[in-house]
């Protein structure tokens, strides 16, 4: 008996503490915008990656999604440049390409386009689009449950980002499985930046961003 009301207690204990860093991450990670009229124009946006398809083959809404709210802000004049970061951890997986084709495919000129081969985690795709491609001031591409631990991992690097929220797919099995995972992703993101200091898996040479003037 007394076992178990210690594991209950522990149980509280736990759970306070995700709720805790989930608000604390909502709360840094707090300038999104819905809108591509009212969203200020900065000079580049960070488009973050996911798989294109899901499970035999079906199309992914995450990704497809992703690639339209990108090539909104670049036809309304929002941004001057794109920086495509994503998981390319084989051969046969390519996010950053995948995304890099469609802009292209979708009438974005492929040299405002540049690929970041080494965002394998948001992590890296944040600390890398400043230290690799010079970004600071600009503009985060994703869903908003994405975008929230996004931009507390910008701020609290000393970047000045805000978010562009793509669709969703709410109520959908996909999307509790996604905001599953996000309460901890958020938890790690919190001990990578807080506690353990966590640095990209790569860095490398710095690349050349061509921004359209």
Excluded: C
């Amino acid at each position: 008996m007394q076992t178990l009301k210690w594991f209950f207690i522990l149980f509280i204990v736990g759970v306070m503490i995700l709720y805790s860093i989930d608000r604390y991450v909502v709360k840094m990670g707090n300038m999104l915008y819905d809108s591509v009229e009212k969203i200020p124009s900065k000079d580049a946006a960070l488009l973050l990656g996911t798989a294109k398809y899901v499970k035999r083959g079906k199309q992914n809404y995450f990704y497809m999604y992703r690639i339209r709210a990108a090539v909104a802000l670049w036809k309304a004049g929002k941004i001057k440049a794109i920086v495509v970061s994503g998981d390319n951890g084989t051969r046969y997986y390519d996010e950053a390409t995948a995304m890099y084709k469609d802009l292209v495919k979708a009438g974005i000129p492929a040299k405002y386009i540049s690929k970041d081969y080494a965002g394998f985690r948001t992590l890296d795709s944040v600390i890398r689009a400043e230290a690799i491609f010079g970004l600071k001031d600009y503009i985060i591409i994703s869903q908003k449950f994405h975008l929230e631990r996004a931009l507390f991992l910008a701020k609290v690097k000393g970047q000045k980002a805000i978010g562009f929220i793509a669709k969703d797919i709410p109520g959908t099995k996909a999307a509790y499985k996604m905001q599953l995972r996000e309460y901890l992703a958020r938890v790690k993101a919190f001990l990578d930046v807080y506690i353990l200091n966590t640095q990209p898996k790569f860095y490398g040479k710095k690349e050349k961003v061509t921004y359209k003037k």
